[in-house]
């Protein structure tokens, strides 16, 4: 069974807050993890991979919890540019492939001026 | 570079109609995809292909057909038109199959049939 579950929100908060989100999986065999952002009526693009030990990029930080199955997306000192949806991706074939690749129905997320 | 392409960007069918949906990428990727999105719903894969002359099919592949004669190219065939394909359907290239989770996808064609 490969689901990937996110919180819809939408998340409303103010502009320069921290905002963080989750994302849970339900196979434990997982073994890739990414988070994509979704502009209203754009493509998808790839934000960010989720390593084990964490990663940071900029004003966004992931992370993956392999214990309890979730994934996280934490942003710092929000921006009414960070509004978008935010989609968690997991992949559950070791060999790449976009068949292994399940996406979230995102979380959508509005900052406010 | 122009990245990913798709035509049309807008698209009206009515029932039992038959159309192609344009995808290209000129960034010489190996994989390309096909993905639909409904409301409420995650990106759910159709078909997807892993070089010229290789395609197989993902999550949700019925009435819709493929092929890769060329490695720029993916179109995807509708058979005949059903309300229930109402969605956005996007286009995706990756390097390779090892790379497919960095997907770079399409401005999108917004179909509606009726």
């Known amino acids: 069974r490969k689901e990937v579950e996110q919180d819809p929100g939408p998340f409303n908060v103010p502009e320069g807050a921290t905002v963080a989100f989750n994302c849970t999986y339900s196979n434990s065999a997982s073994q890739s993890f990414f988070w994509y952002r979704q502009d209203c009526r754009k493509e998808p693009k790839l934000l960010m991979s989720?390593?084990?030990s964490g990663n940071e990029d900029g004003r966004f930080t992931a992370q993956l919890n392999r214990a309890s199955q979730y994934i996280s997306l934490l942003i710092r000192d929000s921006k009414l540019s960070d509004s978008a949806t935010y989609l968690c991706?997991?992949?559950?074939?070791?060999?790449?492939?976009?068949?292994?690749?399940?996406f979230g129905k995102g979380t959508h997320l509005i900052i406010q001026p | 570079n122009a990245g990913v392409t798709q035509t049309p960007k807008f698209q009206v069918l009515k029932t039992g109609q038959s159309m192609t949906l344009q995808c290209a990428q000129d960034m010489n990727h190996e994989y390309m995809s096909w993905y639909r999105q409904d409301p409420g719903m995650g990106l759910r894969l159709i078909h997807y292909?892993?070089?010229?002359?290789?395609?197989d099919q993902g999550e949700v592949p019925n009435g819709y057909n493929v092929s890769r004669s060329t490695t720029e190219d993916f179109p995807l065939r509708l058979l005949s038109a059903a309300p229930s394909q109402t969605s956005v359907y996007f286009c995706a290239s990756s390097y390779s199959a090892e790379s497919s989770y960095e997907q770079y996808f399409g401005p999108g064609t917004r179909l509606t049939v009726t």
């Open positions: 989720v390593y084990s």
């Open positions: 292909s892993v070089g010229a002359g290789i395609t």
């Open positions: 991706v997991v992949n559950f074939l070791s060999g790449g492939g976009a068949d292994g690749l399940t």
